[in-house]
């Protein structure tokens, strides 16, 4: 299942400078292998109505391609049928195009300790995506900027429960918009040692962020391995627009891997019954992989999933609700009988406060994610306001509550020491475990053990602890960390090169801002 | 599978007086079926592991049962091994004892449309039990009074996502702790007209409490029929205490459920490693579900679950932690292979506050309750501060998540009408669904609508809804929904013979304070 390019030895380019040690912090494993199965809640019956409405959905209304002719082309090549802008698909066409797509791959990152296989059984935590806003406790809500978005980076590498540095954490809207591409991928090899995502938001943008990659990894080691993920949306419902899917192109192009995200709001981009909205999903997404196999046959792609739902008395969308999380278990399930990596978002909601809202709806989306296989969880961390703002205080909380994810996912051992018969010997009937040599053998290793949630006794807490909430410690908690950060080493010829580059392509262009 | 003198109709008692309006408020089910499977983590291998381990401890460590004679006596005619206080079994013999328990049963309310099925695919949504301190935003931390105590009942029968009323909701400490018990069970019957449970701290409140529900639904249809639940512990490990095998056989007498339930908390009562509490988990409660039996065959009763963990730097137990929750999804497929309903402890927290470490846990809790496939879950509402303290304000939150569940466990339909396929053909690409046939045929019920959570946008937010958090808006709605409380009609003599009943009962003995 594992694409055997992965596997390949690093690239001369990476032996330039010195290489970090990789048991230097941030400690933690590079990703986690689930050892619980997935929770597969729709029986065979229901798995195939709604792929057979999927397939339906293709034949029969078929998908706008706008402002790629390109796209266009290889879709007229690869047989499907045009009509304009609208394609059309055969049933089973579209399967039997991504079955060319890895099952699994190795996103390296430039440290390789740090690099993390997506599909399988991995599970791979990454911070959100896309704020405009960031928020704390002292300042409120304001627009992100660069440091914002370094920051952001450095809370990220920082904790020993993520694993990937993400992309566009929160926009830096402080730089040009068609140059802060550069700005964020070089902080992203800057400030941390893990994989990280490029920019999307044009096709030269998307080429520029791989460009960059090739810097750090080299030429040929990129065009034979993951490097860089970019994120695409469909423009829901059954649309694609040219932007993503030349940006999506580019990624293919250099084999690297697009992420294929629809954005379904229940009743809005897509039908309110899930069973409707998971069909157009699935027909959205397939279609979008299938082109970047059509772009270049076996490059890596990501099966995206992103449902949410709204109210319906006042059309705002909603987040972190029920029927969303509950239809993605049926997305992962469908992934898996496309044998694709699966990409879902993981923590978010709708509050604007690092409240129990926040945290109510970002676990049972994260847990969502969590239970239906997803292999890359994206929005693992930060978000609030309805992905409007990422929270320093909740991107604590939620990057602590990965590490109870750590433990939950490691399911339940069954050998001779898990099974504990000889403590019951030593114990018996009306002792206490504390001082058993079971205990003793395997207390460091047997709970997970929380950073900011508040386990002491109320006394305690009122009056040694400052009666705080999670949110004032978060707050804590961040702060230190920044003031905390090291940089991991960065090759000084890689990093001159690297602002080299930046700096040649922004002297191309005048800033837009727009 | 279900108990078909549950069935029967309701006795002569129940005519004497006005009966409710079963369409009245509150409104909501009577309880849920489940429409999604369990998550069943384990294999075959470790099951019988785990039930292998299970088996040994009862066998070669066994149970001590202390101060009631009348156990032991029983355990010795159904050919139990006694060594003083110490029971051991023969491996299999007592999963042959459970083998006459009901799988299902109906736990009768005195307004029927309000009774529940225990077993099988229901789930049951029943508040937290047994603190001794209530908090609110307003007075903080103080005793639990009576007045308190029936503020909750007035709460919970208020919400249409809550199906039972509960036992001990907070310890109303101001009143005598022999006498209590006959204030808290008049006070469910009086202010609720869901199913409850009733006392058992002594033999004598737990018979009294069976009296009192006597007195409502009449002598021969609680002799056939369960009207009362009783919930008794485990004196973990592997001890038995005098008081609860006392009151769980008075339950089991009247032919009304125990729910036996284990205290574990990993590393102190139990051992450090999952595996090995959920045997003896498996073992403390079989061996409690087989003496109702012994004591009569037949009664309903409930295989109980409560695991958690603790802080191993400062030995604080600890709440809605990710190994527990594991743990618990195996306690259910145990609880499934021998044909028992399951009870699950729900919703918990170390919080000393009502905030995002509260729901976190929380839910962290309280979904492993509803994926194992808890058919009785208690605590479903109101836990802070380790169970010490029942909080108005996240008895709201937790109540109103539990309206998301009810959505989450209808699972994803699959017919014509939710696959949608008409819809994409009205719509089409790059439109949108909301004014489409298919939403307004199915928007008003096709998401669930929280009247807690927050939706707006940021501004509107900010400057009309006062930048509140939830737990402020749930501060805000339990009072308005006291405010509001009507208490449901209750017939005249029922109420004055539990009157009657419980003046002669406290004049019988003095006042007892400990």
Redesign the interface.
């Known amino acids: 299942m594992e694409a055997d390019k992965s596997t390949g030895p690093a690239p001369a380019r990476r032996e330039r400078g010195k290489r970090r040690d990789p048991s230097a912090k941030p400690l933690g494993i590079p990703y986690i292998v689930r050892n619980?199965?997935t929770?597969?809640?729709?029986g065979e019956?229901?798995l195939e109505?709604?792929e057979k409405?999927g397939e339906?959905?293709l034949a029969?209304?078929?998908?706008?391609f706008r402002d790629d002719p390109a796209a266009l082309e290889l879709w007229r090549k690869a047989g499907a049928k045009l009509d304009g802008l609208?394609v059309t698909f055969e049933p089973g066409m579209l399967r039997e195009i991504v079955a060319s797509a890895p099952a699994s791959f190795t996103q390296h990152a430039r440290n390789p300790a740090r690099s993390v296989e997506i599909g399988g059984k991995s599970v791979v935590f990454s911070p959100a995506y896309g704020s405009p806003f960031v928020m704390d406790l002292d300042k409120g809500?304001r627009y992100g900027t660069i440091e914002d978005f370094q920051n952001f980076i450095k809370l990220a590498y920082s904790s020993p429960w993520l694993h990937h540095s993400g992309g566009t954490i929160c926009e830096p809207v402080d730089l040009p918009v068609n140059k802060r591409h550069l700005d964020m991928v070089y902080s992203h090899i800057k400030y941390s040692d893990r994989a990280f995502m490029g920019s999307v938001t044009a096709e030269n943008r998307a080429e520029e962020s791989i460009d960059m990659a090739r810097i750090v990894f080299g030429r040929d080691f990129v065009d034979n391995n993951c490097v860089i993920l970019g994120n695409v949306n469909v423009?829901s419902?059954?649309?694609w627009d040219g932007t993503m899917t030349k940006a999506m192109r580019a990624y293919a192009r250099a084999n690297q891997a697009a992420v294929i995200v629809p954005f379904i709001l229940?009743?809005?981009?897509?039908?309110?019954?899930?069973?409707?909205?998971?069909?157009?999903s699935w027909a959205e997404t397939l279609a979008g992989c299938a082109l970047t196999q059509l772009e270049r046959k076996g490059a890596p792609v990501i099966f995206g999933n992103f449902l949410s739902?709204?109210?319906?008395?006042?059309?705002?969308?909603?987040f972190g609700?029920?029927?969303p999380?509950?239809?993605s278990m049926?997305v992962g399930q469908l992934a898996r009988r496309l044998k694709l990596p699966l990409r879902c978002a993981g923590n978010f909601s709708?509050?604007?406060?690092?409240?129990?809202?926040?945290?109510?709806?970002?676990?049972?989306s994260m847990?969502s994610a969590v239970?239906c296989g997803a292999n890359f969880i994206l929005h693992s961390a930060g978000f609030l306001?309805?992905l409007?703002?990422m929270s320093y205080e909740?991107f604590m909380?939620d990057a602590d509550?990965c590490g109870?994810?750590h433990?939950?996912l490691?399911?339940?051992?069954?050998d001779d020491?898990?099974?504990?018969?000889d403590?019951?010997?030593e114990?018996?009937?009306?002792?206490?475990?504390?001082g058993?040599q079971?205990?003793l053998r395997?207390?460091?290793t047997?709970?997970?053990?929380?950073e900011?949630?508040?386990?002491?006794?109320?006394e305690k807490?009122?009056d040694e602890g400052g009666?705080t909430?999670?949110?004032a410690r978060a707050n804590k908690k961040w702060k230190r960390t920044l003031a905390e950060y090291e940089a991991p080493p960065l090759d000084v010829a890689i990093d001159d090169e690297l602002q080299d580059y930046m700096n040649r392509r922004k002297n191309d262009v005048a800033d837009a801002w727009h």
Chains 1, 2 share one sequence.
């Open positions: 619980i199965p929770y597969d809640i729709l019956e229901g109505r709604i409405t339906r959905i029969e209304i078929g998908i706008e609208k809500r423009n419902p059954l649309v229940g009743g809005a981009m897509g039908p309110v019954t899930n069973a409707g909205a998971i069909a157009q739902s709204m109210s319906l008395r006042s059309g705002s969308p909603t609700t029920p029927e999380a509950i239809g049926v709708n509050s604007k406060l690092p409240d129990g809202q926040a945290m109510q709806e970002g676990v049972v847990l239970h306001d309805g409007l703002s909740k909380m509550f109870a994810l433990a939950y490691k399911g339940v051992e069954f020491n898990a099974l504990a018969f403590a019951f010997q114990v018996g009937p009306g002792s206490h475990f504390l058993s079971h205990t395997n207390y460091q047997a709970f997970w053990d929380t900011l949630s508040d386990n002491e006794p109320f807490w009122s009666s909430d999670i949110a």
